[in-house]
């Protein structure tokens, strides 16, 4: 994207990579080789590798499986057969097994007894696992998986934490050809049935309980509905995290790991399922999202190997759980050689800083974590360069939600001032970012620096015209390989088709507000559905957020704004109080005053209430729609999916607040 001649001159970056580092970026390699083989620019850096990557789709893709040596069994007939969205098909012909890739270090005799796995719990002691003994393992249990009947396309359940076992039953699991899919043992039963029960396993991967903020969670009676409520498993596997022995009727996880067979990798077509990942469905039934072996195994090789800058010396380090996408996200460190870092407990646990001690314990070089987590160390006055070393973090990562600008001060100021920040932004619909790292481009505060390779990322009007330096609803024009190849118990597609292509046929609509400006780097406003429109002046929720929660007397907010009627509009502004905190007329003068310099006084609330606690979603984002429903006076059993909440009683008070003000 060229500047227009009158373009405000750009904003000086918080960071710039340096010529050495620019040189040394496996992206750098890439496009001079790409250059040299598949006809990409070798001038123009990134920006006109991007350029390339998404006007010459299949060539691009063709020169990824190739840099990365994707393993294809049965070759491919073409790389894109039919790029129509929904239904692009991608590589038909072509066999290849993803766990075959993830486990391929294990094949070095140099690489063997390095750690593939370093697992760090409350008590930040590290434990590796080495690739031999992660291949061996995976092997062991692929082949009892056979025994018990699991066949390609079965589908296979974790209940689990983020623990070792959990890697390899995954990629056992994907070495039979079966179905993975997981959740988080702080999941009620209610949740996980929600999402199991739409998938009908035949096999449960479960713990007897787990550890968080220094206390010990018993989870048996919630294994016990789970073994009632899916009528389909054929074998229930204990591991007994807490020590508990074998419940009666259940295999051991131990002597499903102890044999020494060779690991068989099932060669499955590209398009055949990986993994079921679960929207956040805070209405009705969570969308059970399918994506494919080969899809995510390009998708991912891409995003971890050239925008992470992952390779074999690397340890990489994302703090999550089993429950959300980053997961399956960072099990694909694996691809590129990685130690992966798998953290199970609390993020605060003993202290806010906690995840800056398990940075520095593991030697993490990517650290990734959520804008939340930065944003409550700087209110908690951590210091992690002070208090910690972090001469290896290269990188620190944030999602979940938009990194406010304080936010990339407190890091830039706070770790270290050459600092790679990457803000990224994609969603579990994809496994990946549509934004986000690019180890070459600088960093501006508040900006993810650039739509990934690959991705088609634009920003439309609501007439489906691109805009430059103007809110936009965030659309992807062309396939990503990683995009679902359906959704579960959909037929006919009509859930899927509805989710991402209804307002604009064909182009893949996100559901986020984004500003793309004039150097491609990338703003991200917030929720385009539940987004703030006064006036016919277009706000994001997070525009918000990030003005409010910088004073220190506020914990959390959440914003909403309410068509009403007659025509008019009601925007309240719900806030969580620090602790000694008074919502007094001096703050709410305090608040109104900070949204109306610094964003807009159109966007100023018409009522501050005070609230017990914001409602999140069992993946930690906040519940704007859902609360929105409520306001409008919709019933909370139709307002909200029960299960996909993290406490359910909160939102009884915004369904009292609705009464009020109805």
Not at 63 to 81: K, Q
Request: proline share 8%; net charge negative.
């Amino acid at each position: 994207m060229t500047s227009p001649a009158n373009a405000a001159p750009q904003p000086a970056p918080l960071w710039q990579p340096g010529p050495d580092r620019i040189a040394g970026a496996r992206i750098t390699a890439f496009q001079t080789w790409a250059a040299e083989r598949y006809g990409a620019p070798a001038e123009g850096g990134y920006e006109a590798l991007h350029r390339w990557s998404v006007a010459e789709l299949d060539t691009f893709w063709k020169a990824v499986a190739d840099w990365f040596d994707v393993r294809f069994s049965t070759p491919y007939e073409t790389v894109l057969g039919d790029r129509s969205m929904p239904g692009a098909q991608w590589f038909p012909g072509a066999t290849l097994n993803y766990a075959e890739h993830a486990l391929r270090t294990a094949e070095d005799p140099a690489r063997a007894d390095d750690a593939a796995l370093l697992h760090v719990d409350e008590r930040h002691e590290p434990v590796a696992t080495s690739w031999a003994e992660l291949r061996r393992q995976v092997g062991s249990l692929a082949a009892e998986l056979r025994a018990l009947g699991v066949r390609p396309g079965d589908r296979v359940s974790g209940y689990l934490p983020n623990i070792p076992q959990a890697v390899t039953a995954l990629l056992a699991t994907a070495a039979v050809g079966a179905v993975w899919t997981s959740c988080a043992p702080d999941f009620g039963a209610r949740s996980v049935l929600d999402r199991f029960q739409q998938v009908e396993p035949v096999v449960l991967f479960t713990v007897d309980g787990y550890r968080y903020g220094g206390k010990e969670h018993d989870r048996s009676d919630v294994v016990a509905e789970l073994r009632r409520e899916l009528p389909t498993l054929r074998a229930v596997v204990h591991i007994p995290l807490l020590g508990t022995p074998a419940p009666q009727g259940t295999l051991d996880w131990s002597s499903l790991t102890e044999s020494d067979n060779e690991p068989v990798f099932e060669q499955v077509p590209f398009d055949h399922p990986l993994w079921v990942l679960y929207s956040s469905g805070t209405t009705g039934l969570p969308k059970a999202i399918v994506q494919s072996q080969g899809g995510i195994l390009l998708e991912h090789f891409k995003q971890l190997g050239l925008h992470c800058d992952l390779g074999p010396e690397d340890r990489f380090f994302w703090y999550t759980s089993t429950g959300w996408m980053m997961w399956n996200f960072l099990v694909s460190g694996l691809l590129t050689g990685t130690t992966v870092v798998l953290y199970d407990g609390s993020p605060g646990f003993p202290e806010t800083g906690a995840q800056w001690a398990i940075a520095e314990r593991t030697g993490a070089t990517l650290f990734g974590t959520s804008a939340a987590y930065v944003m409550a160390c700087g209110k908690a006055d951590v210091h992690p360069s002070r208090d910690h070393d972090l001469s290896r973090v290269k990188c620190v990562a944030t999602t979940g939600s938009p990194l406010p600008p304080d936010g990339f001060r407190w890091l830039h100021d706070e770790v270290r001032e050459d600092l790679w920040i990457a803000s990224v932004s994609g969603g579990t619909d994809v496994c990946s970012c549509f934004a986000g790292a690019v180890p070459t481009l600088p960093v501006h505060i508040g900006e993810l620096q650039a739509a990934c390779l690959g991705t088609d990322l634009q920003a439309w009007d609501p007439q489906g015209k691109p805009v430059t330096g103007e809110v936009g609803e965030l659309v992807v024009v062309n396939p990503m390989p990683s995009m679902p190849i359906r959704f579960w118990n959909d037929p006919d597609g009509s859930r899927y088709r509805d989710s991402y292509f209804e307002m604009f046929p064909g182009v893949w609509r996100h559901g986020d507000w984004i500003t793309i400006t004039d150097h491609g780097s990338v703003v991200i406003h917030g929720r385009s559905d539940s987004t703030l429109n006064r006036q016919g002046v277009r706000m994001g929720s997070a525009d918000i957020y990030e003005v409010v929660e910088r004073l220190p007397e506020i914990r959390e907010s959440l914003v909403i704004g309410l068509e009403e009627p007659d025509g008019g509009y009601w925007m309240p502004l719900f806030v969580h109080l620090a602790e000694g905190a008074v919502l007094d007329d001096a703050l709410r003068t305090k608040v109104k005053q900070a949204i109306r310099e610094q964003l807009s006084p159109r966007h100023v609330p018409d009522e501050i209430i005070e609230v017990p606690g914001v409602p999140h979603t069992l993946t930690g984002k906040r519940i704007e729609v859902p609360v929105k429903r409520l306001l409008q006076g919709t019933p909370l059993e139709k307002a909200v999916n029960p299960g996909s909440v993290d406490n359910l009683d909160l939102l009884r008070f915004y369904e009292a607040v609705a009464r009020k003000h109805g």
